[in-house]
């Protein structure tokens, strides 16, 4: 099954960018790209997918590499409500799904 | 509203005593899943299923059984918890096939303690 690869931890200041990385080496053809998030005593939640272009949402933009072996995760202007775990995954196909321990934001005031 | 249901939220119990955890989705998905969170290691996945009696192993199936016999189920049995299985675990559901490349859908957790 295809593993993705992110930071563990990562800061920003509040109202300012954020760009959550993710390393996907092994990713297959058909494999699209999931962002969830997680707060604080909650299930994890989506927030956008993506395939091949870089897709905007409400929540989030994504930015895929043109190799597809790696992607971003952009939170335009990041507020403490912001402040999550953050997951990169590939769902696809008849497998199953890691998750691993994702990226936890903090966001400063 | 489309959601995805667990029950209990919390749990506690003694070692040995068989408990099941119900999960129940009204989105008819195909695919449903259980995962376990436990400090320091994340979501890990338990089973999955793809449908209908279909199920498979996930990075941590030892100790747990599921069933699915109807779409919308996908009960996680616990035959002779140990303190070991202490966790928070997590249904979830999605569809299989289509532009949705699997979102899935998270229920709200179940806290379980094993004395």
């Known amino acids: 099954d295809a593993k993705t690869t992110q930071p563990n931890s990562m800061e920003s200041n509040e109202e300012e960018p954020v760009h959550l990385p993710c390393n996907h080496s092994t990713i297959s053809g058909t494999d699209y790209i999931h962002w969830y998030r997680q707060l604080p005593s909650q299930g994890p939640e989506y927030v956008i997918h993506?395939?091949?272009s870089n897709v905007n949402n409400r929540m989030a933009s994504l930015a895929i590499a043109e190799d597809r072996k790696s992607s971003t995760l952009i939170l335009h202007r990041a507020t403490l409500r912001d402040a999550a775990v953050y997951y990169c995954?590939?769902?696809?196909?008849?497998?199953?799904?890691?998750f691993g321990i994702g990226t936890k934001l903090q966001v400063i005031p | 509203e489309a959601q995805v249901t667990q029950n209990p939220r919390y749990l506690i119990t003694v070692t040995g005593k068989k408990l099941t955890v119900t999960c129940s989705q009204n989105m008819n998905h195909e695919y449903m899943s259980w995962y376990r969170q436990d400090p320091g290691l994340g979501l890990r996945q338990i089973y999955y299923?793809?449908?209908?009696?279909?199920?498979d192993k996930g990075d941590v199936p030892e100790g747990y059984k599921v069933s699915r016999k109807e779409k919308r189920n996908f009960p996680l049995i616990l035959e002779s918890p140990s303190p070991n299985q202490t966790s928070l675990y997590f249904c979830?559901?999605?569809?299989?096939?289509?532009?949705?490349?699997?979102?899935?859908?998270f229920g709200p957790g179940t806290r379980l303690t094993v004395l």
């Open positions: 995954i590939l769902p696809g196909g008849y497998q199953k799904v890691t």
């Open positions: 299923s793809m449908n209908v009696e279909v199920t």
């Open positions: 979830a559901s999605s569809w299989v096939f289509g532009t949705s490349g699997r979102k899935q859908f």
């Open positions: 993506g395939l091949t």
